[in-house]
């Protein structure tokens, strides 16, 4: 974190303000059985994913790679893929790891989490990075990426879990954020009142 | 599945037409990692699943009624819950585990994905039972709900799985589903063209 993310934001006044209330926030934790526990585990996990962000983030990215209709939103005018524009957002990506399981959800973490929803949305995508990449990326996509973002962080976590107890229960508390985390970044898909 | 399901129009007119392709759909799938193996692991999980609907649907049926902020969705004017509309629902959920597991993903379970999207969201809630319930279930909760559904059935699998790889497998196939379905689920939610 000693190096400064372009684009990453977090707790500034660059980020929009979250129309989702700490209120609403408690209940929505409470539908995905999001509990104090869990927060005890996201910081055992974050301990273990922290020196190993750079190969979780080799798997995602040679995972999307793979599969042109995913890669499809990494491509500029061109039709190819936009290096500079990926770098920028694997970095952010990366503190994304770590926020999810060191922060606070806070009112800067619902900010923030507004803020991915929007840069996924077409309201703010490719603005942060300056790029002329596809203008949206589809709430599908978005709520499938659930899945493989949220197991394939399993095989990282058990290479430094204390035990099978402890790592089943730092991954369903990452599973369970992810799932959180997904939700708030649909709010600017839905339609008025939707949400 | 000898008794008619009251408002379960699986392939029939009565069900609306989805707008999602059978290639969207091969896509989407790809997005979720499900695959053809994962087809084989629910029709086994169907198996296994199958003589313990009841019990299933006790657990997620006690587990909403638990929550004043979920049970909510199920209440009537008079800010009870509808004792008609909950047993309603309740048979046509547990035809769903069953259709999850051992229907193939054809046209007609997409246009029924469809319908059930739409019965959530205002478009249709309350109609099929012709009930005065709240108009609309939102689009957090919709998501919130991929962690509980798709992971509390891995107790039910454990039960007769074969071995653990086997539960692991079914229980596997079982998440990528409920995310890939919600995925679908979402569409009435978003707005023009952000699906």
């Known amino acids: 974190m000693a190096e400064r993310i372009a684009g990453y934001d977090y707790g500034t006044d660059a980020v929009a303000v979250s129309p989702v209330t700490q209120d609403d926030l408690q209940l929505l934790k409470a539908a995905t059985m999001f509990s104090d526990e869990d927060e005890q585990y996201l910081r055992k996990a974050g301990e273990i994913l ?28 061109d039709g190819q893929p936009d290096a500079r524009y990926l770098q920028a957002v694997r970095h952010r990506f990366g503190q994304w790891i770590l926020d999810t399981c060191l922060r606070p959800y806070d009112q800067d973490w619902l900010n923030y989490a507004h803020e991915i929803g929007l840069r996924h949305h077409r309201t703010k995508k490719n603005q942060t990075d300056q790029v002329a990449s596809v203008p949206h990326i589809p709430l599908r996509y978005l709520i499938a990426f659930i899945y493989p973002i949220g197991m394939t962080i399993r095989s990282f976590l058990e290479k430094k879990a204390e035990s099978p107890e402890e790592l089943d229960k730092m991954h369903q508390a990452w599973l369970k954020s992810v799932v959180l985390q997904v939700a708030l970044w649909s709010y600017p898909y839905a339609k008025e009142g939707d949400w």
Do not use: E, R
């Open 50 to 77: 922290k020196d190993q962000v750079d190969q979780i983030l080799d798997l995602w990215y040679g995972w999307v790679a793979s599969q042109p209709h995913l890669v499809y939103y990494f491509t500029g005018p």
